[in-house]
């Protein structure tokens, strides 16, 4: 019997697997074809509409969402009901927190989601026995925690102008990594949500789009969609 080989073609992959675009960008990538194969016993694909509550806060966490496509939106509710949007999630990102008990933030499909779910009890046991899997994992969340200290600068120092094109930067260069110079895509949050990213008001908000708009910086279609012509334009005014 020859041994299975690791490769994206073959055939003892799951058919979820095979298909699967954050095959090989996600967790999934490291691990072997026999390993996809006993955790795709426990997983399961879901779909979820734009603005349904995916996690809560203070919620326990039972399973963990692989995200295949969409964005998701993560944010902090205060008692008095103000919210803040405290961070954001792309494919292949790993929704929820390792081996935490419960969640720390609330999760909302921002647009249409897709997500790949393991049982908690499932990938857990998987990491501890995979070093390779636990490397991925934790440059992924190493990867997060400079994206939250680059945008503790955006926050704290950039003028409003810099905070809405840093915003729509974020957006181009996760929705579609490869793409150096022209790009497109769906605005998954709400000019209100943008705001509570931001900290700005809904109304600064339009009047920056609009202005980059107007300096030919970007073009908007029906409200969301939004097409960069020339992404190290909008770079520069990220300041």
Excluded at 68 to 77: I, N, Q, T
Excluded at 114 to 134: D, W
Excluded at 180 to 190: A, K, N
Aim: glycine share 6%; hydrophobic share 40%; aromatic share 4%.
């Amino acid at each position: 019997m020859q041994p299975v080989r690791n490769d994206i073609h073959n055939s003892d992959l799951p058919v979820l697997c095979q298909s699967c675009e954050s095959r090989h960008q996600g967790i999934c990538g490291a691990l072997t074809s026999e390993q996809l194969l006993a955790l795709a016993r426990h997983t399961r694909r879901v779909h979820h509409a734009a603005g349904q509550e995916l996690l809560a806060d203070a919620e326990p966490i039972i399973s963990y969402g692989n995200v295949l496509s969409g964005v998701v939106k993560l944010s902090k509710v205060l008692e008095d009901g103000r919210q803040q949007v405290v961070g954001l999630q792309f494919a292949p990102d790993l929704l929820g927190r390792l081996f935490a008990s419960e969640s720390r933030v609330t999760a909302e499909a921002a647009s249409d989601v897709e997500l790949c779910m393991v049982p908690k009890p499932a990938l857990e046991a998987l990491v501890r026995e995979n070093p390779a899997l636990e490397h991925r994992i934790m440059l992924q969340t190493l990867r997060e925690l400079d994206e939250a200290r680059d945008w503790m600068v955006t926050l704290g120092r950039k003028t409003a102008a810099e905070k809405v094109a840093s915003f729509l930067y974020l957006i181009a260069s996760h929705i579609d990594p490869t793409q150096e110079e022209v790009t497109s895509f769906d605005l998954p949050l709400s000019r209100a949500d943008i705001g509570d990213f931001l900290g700005l008001t809904i109304e600064t908000v339009s009047r920056q789009i609009s202005k980059l708009k107007a300096d030919g910086v970007i073009e908007i279609e029906n409200y969301r969609h939004v097409s960069v012509p020339d992404v190290a334009r909008l770079r520069v005014r990220c300041g």
